[in-house]
């Protein structure tokens, strides 16, 4: 599940008030409570069951062990005890929507609307109700309704930083940009020690191209969760758009510390040595990017380029053709491509990838210029004159050193 998708349907929220105590039990429910928060779940699930050998029938600790289970992946044995919890509880809503918050967080999308929906039957005024229902449809991608449940649970309680850092992710999966971003930033002021909400906003202004804002909130999520390896990525990305690359390296190395086998931070990894002039490391990483996803555009773009400058005219043209295999319109690979065959008198083939290039990117001065030049060596002085006066026309130059961000750049998969 991708993981913009995992944290709306996560569940941050202490949905409801304990529901049994007494003495030593309560104080491994506690304990079982603070580990699963702190991710220690073998342990919590030893608490769970150290309480159940004192109150085998106890409610909130079969409740609490079922959350445990969720969260090791035993999903049978978890709705096994989460649905005698239910039945059990019988009309309490209260518990309906503690195991549906379970489940939401679980990914389990059917069983928590289940829960849900019969909640809502018993108590439609049922605090944190409302804030679920827009989580169960962000992670269902039933947006409207989604926005519509955020927005409700953001007029009911405007402090709480929950209902603005989920209603922001989800207009930020929509596309509205511009309202996650307000929604996100208001949330990580109201929370600041959430690494979740600085995470989301320093993506929305990635997205932005606000890098330095960007490098800001990803700090600062780092700072509070430094396992973290997908921010440590996007750390690096952003640290890379404000030009502070041996910095920007440094957060790389730790991503892959902690997840080696991501193409995507050995690319950014290349990328960041060859802009401080390191480029036999660049290679070495892009060449590791590729090892691990042969298809990825941007890295076959780089070695074109390093290649080409190298006027290392073969592996330049490999690469080069091998990312025209992958995806026919990218408009920097036809550009190169044909300045490389042009360089070789290979006219034909050299005025066919310019063409190309010139009409998946109109504003390329440079493929316009070259493919006069190929047109005036062809001897077509018409196309060559038409092409030489587009290139004088144009203004603002279209280059191709962004294009290592013309793809879309990978998560790493995190579960939340």
């Not at 309704?145 to 929509?174: F, K, N």
């Not at 060859?274 to 480029?279: E, K, L």
Request: glycine residues 8%.
């Amino acid at each position: 599940m991708p993981r913009a998708t995992c944290l709306v349907v996560g569940c941050w929220l202490a949905v409801s008030p304990p529901l049994s105590a007494g003495g030593e039990v309560e104080a491994h429910l506690a304990r079982a409570q603070q580990l699963r928060r702190e991710g220690k779940l073998q342990e919590a699930r030893a608490e769970c069951q150290e309480a159940l050998r004192a109150q085998p029938r106890d409610l909130e600790i079969r409740i609490e062990l079922g959350l445990v289970e969720l969260d090791l992946k035993e999903v049978d044995r978890a709705r096994g005890l989460l649905e005698e919890a239910a039945g059990n509880g019988g009309s309490a809503p209260a518990v309906l929507l503690k195991i549906a918050a379970g489940y939401l967080r679980a990914g389990l999308l059917d069983d928590a609307q289940r829960h849900l929906e019969r909640a809502a039957q018993l108590d439609p005024t049922l605090p944190r109700l409302t804030l679920l229902l827009g989580q169960l449809y962000s992670g269902r991608r039933l947006f409207p309704a989604a926005v519509r449940y955020l927005e409700e649970a953001v007029r009911q309680d405007p402090t709480a930083p929950q209902p603005h850092g989920l209603l922001g992710i989800t207009l930020s999966l929509m596309g509205d940009r511009a309202r996650a971003t307000l929604e996100l930033e208001r949330a990580a002021e109201l929370a600041p020690e959430n690494p979740g909400f600085h995470y989301y906003l320093g993506l929305a202004y990635l997205e932005a191209d606000r890098y330095e804002d960007a490098a800001r909130e990803l700090q600062r999520t780092v700072r509070l969760d430094p396992r973290d390896a997908q921010a440590q990525v996007d750390l690096g990305w952003a640290l890379i758009g404000v030009g502070r690359n041996s910095e920007a390296g440094e957060r790389l190395q730790g991503a892959l510390r902690l997840a080696p086998a991501n193409a995507t931070t050995w690319f950014l990894l290349g990328e960041s040595r060859r802009r401080i002039g390191d480029v036999d490391e660049a290679i070495r990483a892009f060449e590791k990017c590729l090892e691990l996803d042969d298809r990825r555009t941007d890295a076959l773009f780089s070695l074109g380029t390093i290649y080409f400058l190298r006027q290392d005219r073969p592996r330049a043209t490999g690469y080069f053709r091998r990312l025209l295999t992958a995806n026919p319109r990218h408009p920097g690979a036809h550009y190169q491509l044909g300045k490389l065959l042009l360089s070789q008198g290979s006219l034909d083939e050299a005025i066919t990838h310019l063409r190309q290039a010139v009409a998946i990117e109109p504003r390329s001065k440079g493929a316009h210029y070259q493919l006069a030049r190929a047109y005036r060596l062809q001897g077509n002085a018409e196309a060559a004159e038409r092409e030489g006066n587009v290139f004088r026309e144009l203004g603002t130059e279209v280059t191709d050193e962004a294009s290592w961000r013309r793809d879309r750049l990978a998560p790493i998969p995190k579960t939340p």
